[in-house]
């Protein structure tokens, strides 16, 4: 098995070098379960290094070719992601998790710099001018949601040593981003026939953004061939969803899932009870039929410089069914299948629609998913405004090798952790195992400065779970630090976790990284009643009424001693209201006088 | 300001000021009893309304009906053939069920122990993933495999399951969906809810295998009809007292009777034609239910963790079908799919006369913080006059007449004359009656404890017993301090007091938390207030002590008014067995943490332990 991984390895660098493409495209269709699909399409461009810092764009664009030489950044990541990947029963992620972010934007890089804060000012230029091309939120990446991590990220290039180049990394999220169509139609646009043509006319919005879980990723990198010809610069685009075939299915006019008519309900006959009033659904849709149009809403229009520079298609589709599963075509395609059996690959020419059916036969015509090496899932504990946990299950469901990988984790600063509850115990264990914890780097927060940067080297042994928990406390914000809808909560981003190549396999493993992440988290802080400031205001108002009221009172009033007061005291009070009383009443009595005058 | 202040000085030491806090304390009483009659009054009620903009209640069009039938029926058949199996049958059925809706099922079992019984079963739940969302939020539905009555679920369980199959399919869901069936309306979802936030006693409780994001709003569903239903009852008390959002109980009554036309009832007011008499019923049953603060169905434990709850229960026998209650949930979940915040827009306290009227806590609360200020009015007052020193009889009635001790006082180069009886001073002996209401306070731990970890078996006979006790022991605790250390009229007077004052500071911060249980203790105790001849013409401490004829009608009051015979009158009136009540109260405790029986033992019993001391005529 190892020898002819080498061997494709090698294969592929071959055929890297001597094909030397300047683009290609690829889509890779995986059916996961009679329920799902996995779509990825990968996008790579090529121009040499030379070509580039001339300003002599071609298949990498022009507009993120020059932000990138303006922020002087040399590697640059960038992920869209929505939704979670359900990795029980979608098996391991697509790329080893590589082409994959956070929910939200992840962004990280590496700039150039002469110092810390040099290199800063430079992400910042960088963020803000990705900003606009994406029509992203990538401004509101600020100091506190920066981050510089340790272990967690390596350089993809080829040719730079980072340390020597003064090159910094900078790392930031935005878990709350919501990612639709506004982020899809500019990344299109980086492609060279803008989603037009090949496998890219089929990235819908509307079927992109109803897929269960999809990631848009940009990586640009610099590649320098071991043979030492000229080093070039890469970008690769990476567009990975999980379709639900049934719901891709619906017709766009008639979404709605009204029941199905009862006369079509697939019912288990076998149950005792079976008629016409009561229906024990069977499952029915095992190994269903789709075909590209219903799934993505069209065909593929044609292929987008398909042709290498010996005029021979190159693929572009390939599916991952077994052989023994038909899959039919619409258009002249040359299908090629592989030897293992499992996956057959399509070239399609220029100018015409590709159509693709797959035919629908029992259960048995999947490709067996993958299992992932590492379960992680990440949860709060706890309840109240004051403080909380978070408790994070790793599994390592390999029976007979222990996993070692980095747990990279920033936090907001107004979640406030304390390291000294950090524990990370065996869930069979009852007491903490001092040895799971190999490294930690722990950055702590500053309030409204930075947030909490936390890594750690942990050792899962084989056939076992490790809880990992740590207590934190929640901050009060500032009334003006709250953002629109306070009362939903503060996104906290996924924690990213990537995995070491352990030292039993390192020489098949430690070329690809493998990437998993967490889902993202809503910590409820204490938060405001918004309307309070009017109440307040109106109470600061009568105070400070009262107060000039009464000061006012003390002002122009004239002070005159108790003895210089003639007559206060209750007789005279009753005196002269009584007196008051008499001449009101002998009012009233004269003027009945008088009316009886009139009268008579 | 500076004019009234010399007259407020002079009446400082007016005995006509000192004789005003009993009436001043009575008519706080009388007031807040009044107030709470006025509440059911159009001019005090409000009629709800929807606070929070993004729930639109009734808005969207249901679907759930058609073939839905069909799927219904059969998973009511298989929850029917489920009936006599064991846990281990009913759970692997309902995982079944839930994998077969494409959802992955998951178990919790839990085991609670409490007055001698033994509560355990299994919950199996599975969460529906939104379809782009990020397990950050989540929606619950709950079905009890059995309803508060120990009568099988079978229409609501299979609704939900009927449900979670048919929400599967929809794409627009912004919030996971937990489908939760539990072993029992109490202990089960008490189980998942604590394992959910991790809070669990483990071993008993299981931790939960699957967790999703924040819970934004549950709905129980509780049909165990075999027939069509003719209204649903909304049932909506949390444990201790605590409420969910008036907005969900808005959102659940505005779909219900406005868009689906299914009549809604509350606190078993089945007959509601909105007079002031049932409206008067209605909001005093449901503020017994909230003084007891007991579970009232499923929904009640989520309630203390901020995560709001309503049960819809089917109740009577008319036209709508199990599919309308579906179309009712489904709505009820599409407004919820709507929130884009907590919960936090309604209010948290309120009283509800009728399903579209409520008063809310500024209206309601002056009537139990009355009745919890006359016991601080009276303690102040009474502190005051145990510092009075014995007055000469003339003075009192002829001020004007005769010339009053003077003394001359010299104060810096300054010098001023000043009646004698202003400079005396009376000093108190504070100790005895401080460590008497402080150990009393403590001493409600016993019975706490008692009823507690009695088996159910032992608790009436344990409560017989209490009670006969209870009925001796003012006596004979007023025979032990007179044999130790004789009271003085000033030891009365500090003794009723301090026990005033922690009445009424104890009464006034309940309030604030379980208004009903304040307000009903706070009635009950009122006679402790007027017990030491307070409406005397003298002010004087020796007149503190009521005479022989008053202490044994005071003691005849309070006697009728004690703790455990309040106990045995609630039982009595609802027709309650004793020791179930009181069973039920020990698993409350434990189970769910319920502290009304800490205020009772532990605020209430204390205040009258020393009221009943000192009226008793031995002393």
Known sequence: MKHISCLLLSLLLGLLVSADPKYKELLNLQPLNPASLLASFNFKSNASLQSYEQQHFKYIPRSLGQILQHAKTRELHLRFSTGRWDDESWGARPWGGTKEGGTGVELW??????????????????????????????????????????????????VFNASSENLYLLHGSLPREVVCTENLTPFLKLLPCKGKAGIASLLDGHKLFDASWQSMAIDVRSVCPENGSECSIEMEQTVDMVLDVDRSKRPRDNPIPRPIPSEHLQCDQSKPYAGDEACYPSDANLGQSWTLAEIFGRPIQGSCLAEDSYGQLRDSVCINVPHEREVNLYGDAVETK????????????????????????????????????????RSFTGHGQERGGVQTLLTNPSTSSSIQFVYFET?????????????????????????????????????????????????????????????????????????????????????????????????????????IRTSSLLLPLPTPDFSMPYNVIILTSTVMALAFGMIFNLLVRRFVGADEVEGWNLAALKAKARGRVAVLVDRVSGKGQKLEKTVQ | ??????????????????????????????????????????????????????????????????????????????????????????????????????????????????????????????????PRGDATEAILLVAAWTNMDGILNQSGVALALALARYFKRWSLWSKDIIILITGDSRAGPQAWVDAYHDEHSSPFVAPLPLKSGALQGVVVVDNALDHRFESLHIVYDGINGQLPNLDLFNTAVSIASGQLGIGVSLQRMWKHNDSYQERLQTMLRGMFSQGLGYSSGPHSSFVPYHVDAITLQAVGDGWQDEMAMGRCVESIFRSLNNLLEHFHQSFFFYLLMQADRFVSIGTYLPSAMLVAVNFTIMAIALWIRSGRPPAPKVASTMPEKQ????????????????????????????????????????????????FINSSHNTLPLYFLLFTFLNFFQPTVLATLIHRHTPLTPQHHLLLQSFSLLVLGIFLATLATLNFSLSLFVGLLSTPLSFTGNPFSSSVDAKDAIPSKTRQHIWTLVLQLLSPPVVVWAVCYIWGADLGEMLAEAAFGWKVNGLWTQVVIWCVWWPAWTVGGILVNPLL
């Open chain 1, 411 to 515: 936090l907001p600063w107004f979640m406030k952790p304390y390291l000294h509850t950090l524990t990370a115990r065996l869930t069979t264990a009852s007491t903490t195992s001092p040895d799971i914890i190999e490294e930690t780097f722990y950055r702590p927060a500053l309030d409204r400065r930075r947030g909490t940067q936390l890594e750690l080297l942990i050792s899962v042994p084989a056939d076992s779970a490790v809880i990992l928990t740590y207590d934190f406390d929640k901050a009060i914000l500032r009334y003006t630090e709250y953002p629109p809808d306070a009362n939903r909560g503060f996104d906290v981003a996924p924690a990213v976790i990537r995995l070491l190549p352990s030292s039993g396999n390192s020489s098949s493993n430690s070329q690809a990284p493998l990437y």
């Open chain 1, 109 to 158: 890089a590496w700039v150039e710099g002469d110092s810390d804060a040099d290199s800063f000012a430079r992400w910042v230029t960088l963020n803000n001018a990705l900003s606009g091309l994406f029509c992203a939120s990538l401004n509101f990446i600020d100091s506190t949601r920066s981050t510089r991590p340790r272990m967690t990220f390596e350089p993809a290039s080829s």
């Open chain 2, 1 to 130: 300001m500076a004019l009234i202040s010399p007259t407020i000085l002079a009446l400082r030491r007016d005995p006509r000021l000192l004789k005003l806090p009993p009436y001043l304390s009575a008519l706080c009483i009388f007031i807040g009893a009044v107030w709470l009659c006025l509440l059911p009054l159009n001019e005090y009620s409000r009629r709800t309304y929807i606070s929070e903009n993004a729930l639109l209640p009734g808005q969207v069009h249901t679907y759930f009906g058609g073939s839905e039938q069909n799927v219904f029926n059969a998973y009511k058949y298989e929850v029917q053939a489920l009936v006599g199996k064991d846990q281990e049958a009913i759970s692997t059925k309902l995982s079944d069920i839930f994998e077969s809706a494409g959802l992955r099922p998951a178990r919790q079992k839990y085991e609670y122990h409490a007055a001698g019984n033994t509560y355990s079963g299994e919950n199996v739940y599975a969460i529906l993933h939104a």
């Open chain 1, 338 to 377: 592989n030897e293992a059996g499992t996956s057959r690959c399509f070239a399609i020419p220029a100018s015409n629609p590709f159509e693709l059916v797959l035919s629908h036969i029992g259960p048995q015509t999947f490709n067996k998913v993958s299992q992932p090496p590492l379960y992680a899932s």
């Open chain 2, 403 to 450: 010339n009053p001790e003077m003394e001359i006082v010299q104060e810096n180069n300054m010098t001023a004359i000043t009646p004698k009886e202003n400079l005396t001073i009376l000093e108190r002996q504070l100790f005895l009656p401080v460590t008497l209401v402080v150990s009393l306070h403590f001493l409600g731990a016993i019975p706490l404890y008692v």
